[in-house]
């Protein structure tokens, strides 16, 4: 058994934080099926690289999910929709606001056919507000949060993660909400603007200007909180990170690379005086590591306690004994591929573990199986094929 065995999930999403909630949904689950249109399949199954012509994203995102072809924009798909709600218990939507009660599917209607539905509705700005109807995508939420103005080298440019953060969080955050509202039991609409949740993972920087007037500055890889916190260079040109958020990791890191003196100091004491004087620091701990090639500064940190990281690419996860051991990276299985790799269910349920039972299926393969069940008749398919409706 698994936490969502029984729930049903309706997918009315595309690119990257509705398919990857229900992704979540439906590692632990829940039956997720996902509608796209006849004739404009997700984005996402052409984003990034391919194989044979098959979109790799796509099998990660696609992940424990029917695919069916709707055009809900029609009168037909619609109605259908509504009917495919009666025995949902989720829909997770991105269109922009008022798209869906444009075409006569709001919540409202949706409640209407089924009032215990969950709508989960994800748009860049949200329901509400002057923003609303602006198209919106994470970079955009990547920027306006404050995460890139925070982000990137002091004399350099306000810079944008390389992938989709702010998609990603929320993502993790359209799960959560998911799962508190079916566990609220009561039918309802979950607001969720991509701005917000990566505003949640930036820290207190509402708070610090709130009360200080205190605006977060580009560091680079340094902290405001702490030092040394930087990437280094080892002699063999592999890099390593250190941390030192706390005190006694702080004076461990000292006294390895041979500066013990520097804990004497009246600043060393807490791990804002220790910002303020980075740049000591820094040079003691490159200097230390600079001289060393990467395994024996790995060691020698272990041999102290004191906490360091090799900076990876994904060669060197899939091949971290530590990685292996958590089951990090999944082999599925796939009909286009045999067997797929794939990062795993991002945590582990000692009694109800989530799995990746398949790889992201192809576009409508489960068309007719799925509106079969409403009762449709072969004939009424290929009426509704004619008509692109499905």
Not at 80 to 101: H, I, M, S
Not at 218 to 244: E, K, Q
Request: charged share 20%.
């Amino acid at each position: 058994m698994k936490p969502l065995d029984g729930v049903r999930v309706i997918e009315l999403a595309t690119l990257f934080a509705g398919p990857l909630a229900t992704a979540f949904l439906g590692d632990f689950g829940a039956e997720v099926v996902k509608l796209e249109h006849p004739r404009k399949p997700d984005p996402s199954r052409g984003h990034g690289p391919a194989k044979d012509g098959i979109g790799l994203w796509w099998k990660v995102l696609g992940r424990n999910k029917r695919t069916a072809t709707l055009d809900v924009s029609t009168p037909d798909g619609a109605l259908l929709l509504q009917r495919l709600v009666k025995d949902a218990d989720v829909l997770v939507e991105n269109f922009r606001p008022g798209t869906l009660e444009r075409w006569g599917i709001g919540p409202s209607a949706l409640h209407a056919a089924n009032p215990g539905l969950v709508i989960a509705r994800i748009s860049g700005f949200g329901q509400l507000g002057p923003y609303a109807r602006r198209p919106g995508f994470g970079t955009l939420a990547e920027a306006m949060s404050g995460f890139a103005a925070a982000t990137g080298e002091p004399d350099g440019p306000p810079t944008l993660p390389p992938f989709g953060l702010a998609d990603s969080i929320t993502a993790l955050a359209t799960a959560y909400a998911v799962t508190l509202a079916l566990k609220a039991g009561v039918g309802q609409v979950v607001d969720l603007a991509i701005l917000e949740p990566i505003m949640a993972m930036l820290g207190p920087q509402i708070t610090w200007f709130d009360q200080l007037g205190y605006v977060q500055p580009r560091l680079g890889n340094r902290s405001a909180n702490n030092a040394p916190r930087n990437t280094y260079r080892c002699a063999d040109g592999r890099w390593v990170a250190v941390s030192t958020s706390s005190q006694n990791i702080a004076e461990r890191v000292m006294r390895l690379v041979g500066r013990p003196d520097l804990i004497a100091e009246p600043w060393f004491a807490s791990g804002t005086g220790r910002a303020s004087q980075a740049s000591t620091l820094d040079d003691a701990v490159a200097h230390w590591i600079g001289a060393r090639d990467r395994g024996e500064v790995i060691a020698e940190f272990e041999k102290a306690q004191a906490a360091v990281a090799p900076i990876y690419d994904v060669r060197d996860v899939l091949s971290d004994p530590q990685f292996s051991a958590l089951g990090t990276a999944a082999a599925v299985p796939d009909p286009d591929f045999g067997t797929i790799r794939m990062q795993n269910v991002p945590f582990r349920m000692s009694e109800t573990p989530g799995e990746i039972r398949f790889a992201g299926r192809a576009h409508g393969a489960d068309t007719d199986s799925v509106f079969t069940t409403l009762g449709l008749s072969p004939a009424e398919l290929v009426s509704l094929r004619e008509r692109g409706v499905i």
